[in-house]
């Protein structure tokens, strides 16, 4: 594990945990802002912590993002389908 920092100063433990990245992003880019932050504040935030890991660190990362994306992506596709099927 390896610590980073955050554009706002706050460190950032690279645990493998893609959760602890979230849960970091939000706390300091969308809370610490009143909710107020803007898609590009996001962004900007996001490649500021990419350009900080090294390419094993991002290839973990993006590994984690893709499984945890194709997961929602299935469960939106089932609920979808359910509330298809519920509507006949």
Known sequence: MRTIKMTTGAALTLDGDLLTVL?????EISANQQLQSTFEDMAREIQHII???SDDERRQYLSESLFLNI???ENE???AYVKRLTKK
């Open 71 to 73: 997961v929602s992506y």
């Open 51 to 53: 350009e900080q890991m």
């Open 23 to 27: 849960e970091s992003l939000y706390k």
């Open 77 to 79: 596709r089932l609920g």
